[in-house]
């Protein structure tokens, strides 16, 4: 099973809530690039299909941490399987359609400069990063309140916001502290830089 396959059959098994076949048929529709597109510029999933490897890999990272006794037990933390998969999944829906295909100069083994292939960033609408992934999905589907703020508050202390913000959506939210753990899990140790 590829990725595009194995994200439509997860979604398709977990996600069932009102408008949720209409956001995949987006995702997988002529308008959208999200199973082609890369997850970043130039470092994690850097090539053509990285967000949805990106995306998997988040949701994967997620639930093994919600699996954990810990977090279980002691932080009390038990979320649906559609919630686990919605967040996961659908974290970065922000990047369709941001990266177009170009090149960059970088010098070779010689020091001679040469054009390589990569992205370049056009943001049509620049609403955020959590922020227009929320924005994205309720346009098509209902989230709950958790759900939105772990979306909105996924990059964590890594983001441009108000660090206080954070930390006060962690304490509140505590899914959006999960999936900010997931998603730093999968972007350096599964994916991690292209060229290291």
Known sequence: MNHKERFISIFQEQIKREGADKLLEYLAGPSSDFFTAPAS????????????????????????????????????????????????LLHDVCKVNTYRPGYRNVKDENGVWQQVPSYEYEDRLPYGHGEKSVYIISGFMRLTREEAFAIRYHMGFSGIEDKRSIGEAFERFPLAFALNVADMEATYFLEGKLDK
């Open 41 to 88: 510029l130039r470092y994690h999933g850097s090539y053509p299909g990285g967000l949805v490897e990106h995306s998997l890999n988040v949701y994967d990272c997620l639930t093994a941490y919600l699996e954990r006794e810990r977090v279980r037990e002691v932080y009390g933390m038990r979320y649906s399987p559609e919630s686990v998969a919605i967040c996961g």
